[in-house]
């Protein structure tokens, strides 16, 4: 079975519909046709400033919510990343065989410092991207599913594994993005011209899993639309429509083509109203058992001590390699 891993980070009290759609959904389908690990990354969560207590129920909501939308530690190993002690080892000697300029070329880190500002920018922002490669290798994954906007730290990725391997003999496996296109980038209700973002979308631009269900119907329903009335998926157009044509369908698991004919001489309105109630309907479950397993935190904690106890067996061996490749000493 091919390897798989990814990450997110608890930095919101909710995942919003751009994770789901474009990265999560497709860990809970890769379960069963992958060797899959899954982890909650709370060492990256600490690079933009944060709240020790909120960080401490972020990382609980975020693996409850993993497990409440169908990851099951039965046929994945889903674990917390401070857990394991590896990923910020691997991480360092990664650090020292990156460019400068090189990490310096991540768009997400130009955008975030720019932002931040010099003085509130930190160094571990700067090196988010390595340790999240450090993340990818330690597993010798083959796929990594995520949405458009982690593509970079991807490439990024593959250059660190083909680098180290050039210079101090196989180490890694080359490990390549899954990105479903269809759904690759969720775009902001209010704002169709940007992804919707935990840290850029207004509130009415992003819909939280674990928000108030009506709030979110009231978010689709009045979304930015385009001007004209015609359903058509058109996304340099018709961005707005298209963006909720794009939800509806991987919500439903229709095509756009049917809803396209399904939507034939019928008005906006009628779309968005009919999106909010298959949002509604898909939400509530997910809500309630989120709310089951932040319930019981002895037990969930119980699963992700199993969960890390499965990561380090691979990432203990992996980092073991590294170190002796690169040329440390190996402890007598
Ligand atoms: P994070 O926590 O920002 O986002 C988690 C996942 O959600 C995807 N995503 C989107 N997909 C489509 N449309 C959107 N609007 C949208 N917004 C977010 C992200 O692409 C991501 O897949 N750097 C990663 C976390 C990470 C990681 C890793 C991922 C750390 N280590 C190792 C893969 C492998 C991040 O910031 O994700």
Same mark, same amino acid.
């Given at each position: ?50 709240? #020790?207590?909120?960080? =401490? +129920? /972020? ?5 409850? *919510? ?22 910020? *080892? ?14 310096? /070329?991540?768009?997400? $880190? ?18 988010? #991207? ?37 210079? $101090?003999?196989?180490? $890694? ?63 340099? +157009? ?50 309630? /058992? ?6 019981? #935190? ?13 990561? =380090? ?7 073991? =390699? ?5 040329? $440390?000493?190996?402890?007598?």
């Amino acid at each position: 079975r091919p390897r798989v891993l990814s990450g997110i980070q608890p930095t919101a009290d909710s995942f919003h519909l751009g994770n789901y759609l474009g990265a999560v959904r497709n860990w809970v389908s890769m379960q069963d046709t992958h060797d899959a690990f899954y982890c909650v990354v709370d060492l990256h969560a600490i690079t933009m400033g944060h709240d #020790p207590a909120t960080l =401490r +129920n /972020r990382s609980r909501i975020s693996a409850a *919510q993993l497990l409440a939308v169908g990851l099951d530690p039965e046929r994945c190993t889903l674990f917390i990343q401070s857990h394991v002690p590896e990923h910020a *080892q691997l991480g360092w000697v990664l650090s020292c065989i990156t460019g400068f300029g090189e990490a310096g /070329r991540m768009v997400q $880190f130009k955008d975030k410092s720019a932002k931040a500002g010099q003085d509130s920018t930190t160094v571990g922002l700067f090196s988010y #991207p390595i340790l999240q490669a450090a993340d990818i290798l330690l597993y010798q994954a083959d796929q990594v599913p995520v949405g458009e906007d982690q593509r970079q730290h991807l490439e990024l990725t593959r250059d660190l594994a083909q680098r180290f391997n050039t210079r $101090f003999g196989k180490t $890694f496996n080359m490990p390549s993005p899954y990105i479903v296109k269809d759904t690759a980038k969720i775009y902001d209700l209010q704002d169709p011209s940007i992804k919707m973002s935990k840290s850029a979308s207004s509130p009415n631009g992003i819909v939280e899993l674990l928000e108030d269900p009506a709030r979110s119907a009231k978010k689709i329903k009045s979304a930015v639309t385009d001007t004209g009335r015609e359903i058509l998926y058109d996304e340099e +157009n018709k961005p707005g429509v298209s963006n909720l044509l794009t939800i509806y369908a991987a919500l439903t698991n229709r095509a756009i083509d049917e809803l396209l004919e399904a939507y034939d001489g019928r008005g906006y309105g009628d779309l968005k109203k009919d999106l909010a109630e298959v949002l509604v309907d898909f939400v509530k479950p997910i809500q309630e /058992r989120t709310k089951l397993y932040l319930d019981d #935190p002895a037990q969930l904690d119980k699963v992700l001590a199993v969960g890390a106890e499965k990561a =380090r067996a691979v990432s203990a061996t992996t980092l073991a =390699r590294a170190y002796r490749n690169v040329g $440390f000493l190996s402890p007598a």
